[in-house]
């Protein structure tokens, strides 16, 4: 019952989509990780996206927490953090829910999330992993081309930038950016000073995730 009702209301908020109306939020969760780290990164987005993609997604972007049965309300969720990441089992179910019910989840390391959000993950789908993306995978070839996969944002430890994914029945449905730094690059511009190109990178990086979770693109 659960699922039907979480496909339902996403179907409602598809249709608020096509007539020119929706939002993404941020996912609120537990464990200590400061899940509002990049509070600007949203907004800056859905107005590159609206200038530059032709949408019209608002720039009102809430925080919702993972428990909340609010999270069918939204196509789109975003995730980030530095830190600890903790669901409860009933937390979990209800992102599995919506991620089966036809909503999308995007999680981008700010770098420290990533030995705590894969346990994390397995809670959501304990028969599902994270495969790595290839080059060819369509979110890299949306709107813009990254024939190199995802652009490298921020310099960490050296190591190249990835791209994990669950996928359900050919549908991915999470998408899993570490050692990118992604939405600091959708932050606002004094925030963390990044070079113009390197925002730009970021940002259409970006509007092809949200076409991609939009358009219901397959594996």
């Not at 953090?81 to 036809?102: I, K, M, Q």
């Not at 894969?118 to 495969?131: A, G, H, I, M, T």
Request: glycine share 10%; proline share 5%; hydrophobic share 35%.
């Amino acid at each position: 019952m659960k699922s039907i009702v979480f496909v339902f209301t996403l179907l409602v908020s598809l249709t608020s989509m096509a007539q020119g109306s929706y939002q993404i939020a941020f996912l609120k969760y537990s464990g200590g990780g400061d899940y509002y780290a990049n509070p600007t990164a949203l907004p800056n987005l859905a107005q590159f996206c609206n200038v530059n993609l032709g949408t019209t997604i608002s720039k009102e972007t809430p925080y919702v927490d993972v428990g909340s049965p609010e999270l069918s309300l939204y196509p789109f969720i975003h995730m980030t953090g530095h830190g600890n990441v903790v669901f409860s089992l009933t937390e979990a179910e209800n992102l599995r829910n919506y991620l089966l019910g036809g909503g999308f989840l995007h999680i981008d390391d700010n770098y420290g999330m990533d030995k705590f959000i894969r346990d994390e993950l397995k809670k959501v789908f304990p028969n599902n992993s994270l495969v790595e993306l290839p080059f060819s995978h369509p979110v890299f070839h949306q709107k813009y081309d990254f024939n190199g996969g995802l652009p490298k944002i921020h310099e960490h430890d050296g190591k190249r930038p990835q791209a994990f994914g669950i996928i359900i029945d050919g549908r991915l449905v999470c998408l899993y950016t570490v050692e990118t730094d992604l939405s600091d690059g959708w932050e606002d511009q004094a925030v963390h000073n990044d070079p113009e190109e390197k925002r730009k990178q970021a940002l259409q990086m970006g509007a092809n995730i949200l076409m991609y979770a939009f358009l219901g693109g397959t594996n």
